[in-house]
């Protein structure tokens, strides 16, 4: 394998907190990231989630965000 064609590895992380919401709003500012998209078939996240019966009190334990230019990671929260 030519190393000098090797993708370097990737850095991902998760937050554990109260808000995640709040907590991937904070990140995509500082990042200049923003909200990821719903799954492909889905127009909404509250879609999605309803129709897998997540329970409405679970709807914010998980957020995501991306960067829009596609260079850097997808970050769960």
């Known amino acids: 394998m030519d190393s000098a064609a090797a993708e370097p ?3 991902g992380f998760t937050f ?3 808000d995640a919401g709040a907590q991937a709003n904070f990140w995509a500012r500082a990042l200049g990231y923003e909200p990821a998209p719903p799954p492909t078939g889905w127009d909404s996240w509250e879609a999605w989630l309803t129709e897998h ?3 409405r009190e679970e709807w914010n ?3 995501a965000i991306q960067d829009p230019a ?3 990671r997808r970050a769960p929260s």
């Open 9 to 11: 590895p990737g850095l």
């Open 16 to 18: 554990d907190c109260a």
């Open 53 to 55: 019966e997540v329970p």
């Open 61 to 63: 334990e998980l957020a």
């Open 70 to 72: 596609g260079r850097g």
